[in-house]
Nanobody, 121 residues
């Protein structure tokens, strides 16, 4: 089994920063792409940022220049540094990973439980 556990959500002021972490654990043979998604109330889930195992990154246009995704392959952990948070960005932020488990020969998708981010003065 593979688990993804997020942490770091909470309350930030407009213009403030938060750093999210997502640690993957379990029977992992290879950790491929890791991504952050968010879903605000009444909205569709959207991809925020993604990073490959080789550290190539991709961002939603709405967060470019403000958010930074990174990963520590030794710790099987992906991070999302969120700067200049905007009032319309509160959402549940979820981690996604494409994983080849030790017990299964092809990649599978896993999701974390999500962490809430609120932006308020």
């Amino acid at each position: 089994q593979v688990q993804l556990v997020e942490s770091g959500g909470g309350l930030a002021q407009p213009g403030g920063s938060l750093r999210l972490s997502c640690a993957a654990s379990g029977s992992i043979f290879r950790l491929n792409d890791m991504d952050w998604y968010r879903q605000a109330p009444g909205m569709e889930r959207e991809m925020v940022a993604s990073i490959t195992s080789g550290a190539s990154t991709n961002y939603a246009d709405s967060v470019k220049g403000r958010f930074i995704i990174s990963r520590d392959n030794a710790k099987n952990t992906v991070y999302l540094q969120m700067n200049s948070l905007e009032p319309e960005e509160p959402a549940v932020y979820s981690c996604h990973a494409n994983v080849i488990p030790r017990w299964y020969p092809t990649p599978r998708d896993y999701w974390g439980q999500g962490t809430k981010v609120a932006v308020s003065s």
